[in-house]
């Protein structure tokens, strides 16, 4: 079982940045693929940027490259998503999720999510 628990959203200008946290409860957080997505209002929750176990291996939205980047830290069971430059359009609620398999960009391969933080981005 994993626990996740997000934070770092909030309200912020276009062009400003957030960095969103998630930690992870259980001693076998090194074990896991992790992934963030994003759901705006009235769409479906999309792939944002997932990361393999050891964090040599990332896969990102391809509006978010060069503007978001994933990073983990297993020794503190925490995985980052640093967002710069961002648009109106990254408003959204955004989840922390986990994996015992592969690094992946489908959210139904996804064992455990997280409630979510919201971020908006006013212009």
């Known amino acids: 079982q994993v626990q996740l628990v997000e934070s770092g959203g909030g309200l912020v200008q276009a062009g400003g940045s957030l960095r969103l946290s998630c930690a992870a409860s259980?001693?076998?957080?090194?074990?896991?693929?992790m992934g963030w997505f994003r759901r705006a209002p009235g769409k479906e929750r999309e792939f944002v940027a997932a990361?393999?176990?050891?964090?040599?291996?990332?896969l990102y939205l391809d509006s978010v490259k060069g503007r978001f980047t994933i990073s983990r830290d297993n020794a503190k069971n925490t995985v980052l998503l640093q967002m710069n430059s961002l648009k109106p359009e990254d408003t959204a609620v955004y989840y922390c999720?986990?994996?015992?398999?592969?690094?992946?960009?489908?959210?139904?391969?996804?064992?455990?999510w997280g409630q979510g933080t919201q971020v908006t981005v006013s212009s």
């Open positions: 999720a986990a994996t015992a398999g592969l690094v992946s960009s489908y959210r139904e391969r996804y064992e455990y």
């Open positions: 259980g001693r076998t957080f090194s074990s896991y693929a």
């Open positions: 990361i393999n176990w050891s964090g040599a291996s990332t």
